[in-house]
């Protein structure tokens, strides 16, 4: 009987032994630069380093999945920036179709850039060349880290600010993964427009109350049950980026100013509020430095502005 007891005990340690041998393998993988293949394993290393995550979707009948694989997931300057700027995972659809379901994934190949909380930071669809998936793998490192940036710093300043003056003042709205901290943040988000709407069809069209939902400590409307869906999916496809405050006096100031809805701009799919056409057109100077614009947004009428 003790026996038995001893053996049982043995099988238990080992399982955990071995569970613990495949994680710090899979740690070691993308450390040394291979991509991993296990999604949970890909989340705890990214709170472990405070890392997005790369998921690449694919699946073995898939001919642009089979080309991508070859010249462009493996070469060493992607394959260099594992467990550096993000961590990589793939993933194979048919053996996970509720990864598909849940990331809403339509075609492959597909690949979405994750925060460490799971929310999206962007996406793309399709075979990508080379030269095209590493910037997008760049601008999307690139936002995720100035976010976190701007959060350390805000974070810091309000710490010291309680300490001196044993007062707040300032107000902070929080997210799943960031703080930002801004004065006197909107509570209705675009003024009521529906972000889906404007994102999908540049269309100014007033969301309905009933088809409300909070992001980032901001309220959107939508304007109907079918968009509310959409968007919870992936609200930051949609909602203003940075909470809405002006990237160009973030950059240069390091305030957040809630910027105006008659100043707005599209860039790279991603929506930015300005305070004024000044701040505006200085982003459009240069838009990876401050995050980006192609199309302009005007309230009265939709712009369409390309930068050179």
């Known amino acids: 009987m003790q026996s038995t007891k001893w053996n049982s005990k043995k099988c238990y340690l080992s399982i955990i032994t071995i569970t613990v041998t495949l994680i710090a393998i899979s740690i070691n993988q993308s450390l040394a630069g291979e991509w991993l293949h296990d999604f949970k394993i890909a989340q705890k290393m990214s709170k472990q380093k405070d890392l997005p995550i790369l998921l690449h979707f ?141 994102t999908r069809d540049r269309k100014w069209e007033k969301g309905k109350e009933e088809f409300n939902w909070p992001y980032q400590g901001i309220t959107y409307h939508l304007a109907s049950q079918t968009e509310l869906e959409i968007f919870k999916i992936d609200p930051g496809r949609y909602a203003p980026q940075l909470l809405g405050c002006d990237p160009v006096i973030l950059n240069k100031q390091d305030r957040a100013i809630p910027g105006n809805l008659k100043y707005g701009a599209y860039y790279d799919q991603n929506l930015y509020l300005f305070v004024d056409v000044e701040s505006r057109n200085e982003f459009k100077k240069n838009p990876d430095r401050y995050s980006r614009t192609m199309h302009v947004l005007k309230i009265e009428q939709l712009e369409t502005a390309v930068l050179r």
């Open 58 to 198: 694919h699946a073995s009948w898939c001919g642009p999945c089979r080309q991508m694989d070859q010249s462009v997931l493996n070469t060493q300057v992607l394959t260099s920036q594992f467990g550096k700027r993000f961590i990589a995972v793939k993933i194979d659809s048919d053996q996970n179709q509720h990864l598909v379901e849940r990331f809403n994934v339509r075609s492959l190949p597909s690949d979405i850039l994750l925060t460490p909380t799971g929310t999206i930071i962007t996406r793309t669809e399709g075979m990508q060349a080379k030269n095209t998936y590493l910037s997008f793998l760049g601008r999307g490192a690139s936002r995720y880290e100035n976010d976190r940036r701007v959060y350390l710093a805000q974070k810091s300043k309000q710490e010291l600010m309680q300490k001196l003056e044993q007062q707040e003042t300032t107000e902070s709205f929080e997210t799943e993964e960031n703080t930002y901290v801004a004065t006197e943040p909107p509570k209705l988000g675009l003024d009521g427009y529906s972000p889906v709407t404007l």
